[in-house]
């Protein structure tokens, strides 16, 4: 796995909001998506839609969008996955600032104006809002969290937040200057393509600012993204080596034990011991020597005996946890 500067083409013009949309699949929801788009009281901004190799009609969507409206650019490229795809917009962009998107998404008309807004008045790195999603009936964001001077702290908070900053590239206003200093994965990702970004985000920020109103919408009821998700445990895996890579690229090998706290608290071992053993072993020198941390610092009890008995060799805890847990709800049933 090789970390990779993005070959930025063109200057930057002052003023100008990037757009980056990796579209993958997804002939359903994408008219939402860009109509969202057009529907910006900020104007001055361009949209990079970057179809990731695409077997279905969101090519010509989006070939079409482009013709309706010269500030949406068509890039067609093979799939590789939404973290190369968002590499791919960000080489290809002129803007001072850099927004995200994913297709399955929606901003309210306000969000560039608001962000603009906010990134301006405060001077930050980045900025942030809170988000509405679609299978709850509450604000996925609902407080603001302090930015520190220290990176090592920031990245602790990045990671270990609940309800405060996240490590998602959507919901974010980043300058230009500080996003191309991202590193991007040479890594098919399926999921865990944000903290690749996010995290390097952080570490190079010096402020960051919070909008407090709800600007955008995340769908979780399609489970899209630039490759189809799936519950195989082993991208779940790839998703925690992804983010123990960028950690170590990031502090040159040396994580700082708080950041290592909370990249402990924030993963579970429940993947790796869900994969078959020949699977398992090819992830061995990867992962298995932060298991015993990620055990401790797991939380629920129930899963951290689970964990403990799947360490020590017994191979079907969760399955026993399960039926354990069957047994009690026809019990209080009953």
């Known amino acids: 796995m090789i970390f990779d500067l993005p070959q930025i083409k063109y200057p930057m013009q002052k003023g100008l909001?990037?757009?980056?949309?990796?579209?993958?699949?997804?002939?359903?929801?994408?008219?939402?998506?860009?109509?969202?788009?057009?529907?910006?009281?900020?104007?001055?901004?361009?949209?990079?839609?970057?179809?990731?190799?695409?077997?279905?009609?969101?090519?010509?969507?989006?070939?079409?969008?482009?013709?309706?409206?010269?500030?949406?650019?068509?890039?067609?490229?093979?799939?590789?996955?939404?973290?190369?795809?968002?590499?791919?917009?960000?080489?290809?962009?002129?803007?001072e600032f850099i927004a995200n998107i994913d297709h399955d998404d929606t901003y309210h008309p306000k969000f560039l104006e608001k962000m603009h807004a906010k990134i301006i008045e405060t001077n930050s790195d980045f900025v942030w809002c809170r988000c509405q999603v679609t299978d709850k009936r509450s604000d996925y964001y609902v407080t603001d969290c302090k930015w520190s001077a220290d990176a090592c702290e920031n990245i602790a908070t990045m990671i270990s937040s609940s309800l405060g900053m996240t490590f998602t590239t959507w919901d974010k206003l980043i300058?230009?200057?500080?996003?191309?200093?991202?590193?991007?994965?040479?890594?098919?990702?399926?999921?865990?393509?944000?903290?690749?970004?996010?995290?390097?985000?952080?570490?190079?920020?010096?402020?960051?600012?919070?909008?407090?109103?709800?600007?955008?919408?995340?769908?979780?009821?399609?489970?899209?993204?630039?490759?189809?998700?799936?519950?195989?445990?082993?991208?779940?895996?790839?998703?925690?080596?992804?983010?123990?890579?960028?950690?170590?690229?990031?502090?040159?090998?040396?994580?700082?034990?708080?950041?290592?706290?909370?990249?402990?608290?924030?993963?579970?071992?429940?993947?790796?011991?869900?994969?078959?053993?020949?699977?398992?072993?090819?992830?061995?020198?990867?992962?298995?020597?932060?298991?015993?941390n990620v055990i401790k610092a797991e939380r629920k009890l129930d899963l951290k005996i689970c964990l403990f008995l799947a360490s020590k060799g017994f191979e079907s805890p969760f399955k026993l946890r399960e039926w354990i847990k069957k047994m009690i709800r026809r019990r209080i049933n009953d």
């Open 17 to 95: 909001i990037s757009i980056i949309v990796p579209i993958y699949n997804d002939e359903v929801y994408i008219r939402e998506c860009l109509d969202s788009i057009l529907a910006q009281t900020f104007t001055n901004w361009e949209a990079l839609l970057v179809n990731d190799g695409s077997t279905d009609g969101t090519g010509k969507i989006i070939d079409e969008y482009a013709k309706k409206d010269l500030r949406f650019i068509a890039i067609h490229k093979q799939n590789q996955g939404t973290l190369l795809a968002r590499k791919t917009g960000l080489e290809n962009s002129k803007g």
């Open 175 to 292: 300058k230009r200057q500080i996003y191309a200093k991202v590193c991007f994965l040479d890594m098919h990702l399926v999921i865990g393509e944000d903290p690749v970004q996010m995290l390097q985000v952080a570490y190079h920020s010096k402020a960051a600012a919070f909008v407090s109103e709800c600007l955008y919408t995340h769908n979780t009821v399609t489970g899209a993204s630039s490759i189809n998700s799936s519950p195989d445990p082993i991208f779940g895996i790839m998703a925690m080596i992804s983010m123990k890579k960028t950690l170590e690229y990031i502090f040159k090998g040396v994580i700082p034990q708080n950041v290592k706290d909370a990249f402990y608290s924030r993963n579970t071992a429940r993947d790796y011991f869900c994969l078959d053993k020949k699977i398992r072993a090819q992830f061995k020198d990867e992962i298995g020597s932060i298991i015993p």
